[in-house]
């Protein structure tokens, strides 16, 4: 009767290892996918459950291989996004690259026109979890992104902006940013 109870918990541990490791290995292989398809290698950190999910027309999607994407992330490309050295994120980063025509006289509430504007991210930025970055942004070099903030314009070096909509909050000492890159100091 032991040995059932305990063979039974431990045939549900292995099959619980399997279903936690499933979402993993689909983001891995995904991932290979966009590599080996459009040559674009992502650095991927998993914490926890959800993927990484690139839409859109992927040939406009750029990063650098020094930068890091985590779990939830979606990136909208159709309008182009580039990414970067050294660009980190929390979980669930948002990116949008296009948006509908909610101006329009033909339908709303809105017409099947897709505005494309580009997303543009600078070296050294940080963004904290559950960030949503707008079409057509562009984010300065060494900018840290509140977590929960909607980045709705551009913003420019240095920054450390955070709420929704992001205002500045205040900026970062460039003295020591710039001494830390000069030192090669990245993370």
């Not at 890091?68 to 994120?89: A, D």
Request: hydrophobic share 40%.
């Amino acid at each position: 009767m032991i040995k059932d109870f305990l063979r039974n918990v431990l045939y549900v541990l292995r099959i619980d290892k399997i279903f936690k490791a499933f979402p993993q290995i689909v983001t891995e292989v995904y991932l290979k996918r966009i590599e080996r398809n459009y040559g674009i290698k992502i650095n991927f950190v998993n914490q926890g459950d959800g993927g990484i999910t690139i839409g859109g027309d992927i040939s406009k999607f750029k990063i650098d291989p020094t930068s890091h994407l985590k779990s939830n992330t979606f990136i909208e490309c159709t309008g182009g996004v580039e990414i970067g050295k050294y660009f980190h994120t929390g979980r669930g980063l948002t990116i949008f690259s296009t948006n509908h025509n909610y101006d329009s006289n033909i339908a709303i509430p809105y017409d099947n026109t897709n505005i494309l504007k580009q997303v543009i991210i600078g070296d050294f930025v940080w963004c904290g979890a559950n960030v949503t970055i707008m079409p057509g942004v562009s984010i300065g070099e060494g900018v840290v992104v509140g977590g929960g903030s909607v980045v709705t314009r551009d913003i420019p070096s240095f920054a450390v902006i955070g709420g929704n909509p992001a205002i500045i909050l205040k900026y970062r000492d460039i003295e020591v940013f710039k001494k830390l890159k000069f030192q090669g100091k990245f993370f």
